[in-house]
């Protein structure tokens, strides 16, 4: 058998037999660029489980996300792969609030303006979220959030800005 397709098959199942994460996303690549976006999210979804066998934390983040993305651009029809793999990322509300708006761009000061914080505040929470998922750069953040939120949502959009009545609420005023 010849062909683009038979091709890609051969790198996905050299890919799976030598338990190589990141030769299986090299592989779902390769699926994606020929428009296959169901096996391309299937082989990110493999790669997503060798990843967490290899205690590769933040690998297995990015390889997740991808799923995600993925399976939205296939109107979230998925395979028995992708859908074992997809969990919720392991952060507070306020940490995937303020990661949001760091991978968005926003300057720490920035956040901490908008969210009534000290700046020390939003540098702790960036701390924390960067151990939780084993990443170290805020453009990985933007990719790890996007559609991470209960449900399935993507929340590529900025937090509205909370009102004073709430935070005069919260702070006991």
Known sequence: MDGPRAQAAAVHATALNSN???AIQAASDLLE???????????AAQAT?????AQQRGAAYQAEARVRRLIGSCEGIGTPTT?????????????????TLAGQGMSNRDIAQRLTLSVRTVE??????????GISRRTELADLLVGS???????????????????SNRRGR
């Open 20 to 22: 190589d994460g990141d």
């Open 33 to 43: 660029g020929m428009g296959d976006l169901l096996a391309a999210a299937d082989a």
């Open 49 to 53: 489980v060798v990843y967490r066998r």
């Open 83 to 99: 859908s074992g793999v997809i969990h919720q990322l392991p952060l507070t509300d306020r940490e995937r609030e303020i990661g």
């Open 124 to 133: 702790n929470h960036l701390y924390r979220i960067n151990a939780k998922l």
């Open 149 to 167: 939120v209960p449900g399935g949502t993507s929340i590529a959009e900025p937090f509205p800005r909370p009102d004073q009545s709430t935070i």
